[in-house]
């Protein structure tokens, strides 16, 4: 028998820098990789008239050609129907694998966009400039793209790396202030995961969830990046490590699918969810009742209120059994276990999910 490995490894830059279009011209500029004729951007009716502008002005002065689409805003674009939009201006456009396909907006185009551009011809370059606070230290990173198919939300994707990743802090300027809690839930599930400091920076800032001062934000967010970064760079594919950033996704998708995804926002699921399987890990005595408390008050300052949002504590049961993540039919938990560090349980006992489950529902 003869065997060879090829091992190809995919490296994507990610920058946080104020100033969109200065952001774009100085991640370019001196670097022959980039070299490109045409670059596309796809953004969203919200996103289009704040900053396509920008990105436009600075890819052309690239010397790119810059053509765009603009898709209304919300989940429902996350279709196959916007796809195949998206094909056929990428042909009409003459793209090819070396043209630059731009994602700017919120996790909605950044996942369908990176989905896009990961198929048209196998994959043309990336480039995600996310204008939520959610999508900077989450969506934007780590090259989950995927749309939604009859019903299932992120149900046909793939992993697919961007080239480089732009964060301007300040596009969060003009982010709707509700959108803010959902970030800062994820910031804070990033703290838990792996960064303690973090999570100390996070308690001591009374302002949140309103915007903390400048540098701060940008320390927040770099740290949450780096969180993931570190977490995905040891598992890009979610067979082991990576497993530890679903803290508070199991029984948050529960919500998020018993709720059919109206009303319930990504981030208030996932807050919830950390709350919830924070109380399983102190039940099963994973967890100490001090981080417990502390992962609470946390949360509760954020504005997040832990209640089942009208399911049952059977539908949440059966959906968490039901998630793609659980194994088989074992109960597979991401749970706290000091703070800044999750670990995986792979056979969690269902009677003390229910009797949480049940507790926050009465
Ligand atoms: P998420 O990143 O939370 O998945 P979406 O892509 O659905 O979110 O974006 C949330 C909403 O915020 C959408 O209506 C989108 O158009 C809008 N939006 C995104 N970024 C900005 C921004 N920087 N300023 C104003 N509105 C924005
Ligand atoms: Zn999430």
């Not at 700017?104 to 896009?116: E, K, P, R, S, W």
């Not at 969830?209 to 949450?224: D, F, Q």
């Not at 949360?299 to 793609?324: N, Q, W």
Request: glycine share 8%; proline share 4%.
């Amino acid at each position: 028998m003869r065997e060879i490995s090829l091992k190809v490894a995919a490296t994507s830059r990610i920058l946080i820098e104020s100033g969109l279009s200065r952001a774009l011209s100085g991640a370019f500029a001196g670097r022959e990789a980039f070299t490109a004729a045409a670059a596309f951007v796809v953004t969203d009716e919200n996103v289009s008239p704040l900053y396509l502008d920008r990105v436009a002005a600075g890819l052309q002065s690239m010397g790119w050609r810059v053509a765009s689409r603009t898709l209304p805003p919300g989940e429902q674009t996350k279709s196959f129907d916007s796809l195949l939009t998206l094909y056929k201006d990428f042909f009409d456009q003459k793209l090819d694998r070396s043209s630059i396909v731009v994602a700017l907006g919120g996790g909605v185009i950044g996942d369908l966009t990176g989905f896009a551009a990961a198929t048209y011809m196998r994959g043309t370059r990336l480039l995600q400039v996310p204008t939520t606070l959610l999508a900077q230290v989450d969506a934007a990173i780590g090259g989950k793209v995927a749309v939604n198919h009859l019903g299932i939300k992120n149900s046909i994707g793939t992993f697919y790396q961007p080239e480089l990743v732009i964060i301007d802090p300040e596009v969060l300027s003009t982010l709707p202030g509700s959108e803010l809690p959902n970030g800062f839930a994820e910031i804070s599930k990033a703290a838990l995961v792996a960064d303690k400091d973090l999570f100390e920076i996070l308690e001591k800032d009374d302002s949140l969830p309103a915007l903390p001062g400048h540098e701060m934000l940008e320390e927040i967010i770099y740290r949450a990046v780096a969180v993931k970064v570190n977490v995905v760079q040891q598992d890009e594919r979610e067979s082991g490590r990576r497993r530890v950033l679903n803290f508070g996704h199991t029984i948050g998708h529960a919500l998020e699918e018993s709720s059919a995804f109206e009303g319930l926002s990504h981030g208030e699921a996932v807050a919830v969810g950390m709350v919830l399987e924070t109380r399983l890990a102190r039940l099963l005595k994973v967890t100490d009742a001090q981080l417990a408390d502390r992962i609470e008050a946390l949360l509760a300052r954020l504005g997040f209120k832990v209640h089942l949002h009208g399911a049952s504590p059977e539908d949440i049961a059966r959906l968490t059994y039901l998630d793609k993540k659980a194994k088989g039919s074992r109960l597979v938990f991401a749970l706290p276990v000091k703070l800044g560090s999750v670990e995986v349980f792979e056979d969690v006992d269902p009677a003390a999910l229910r009797r949480v489950l049940e507790e926050a529902a009465s």
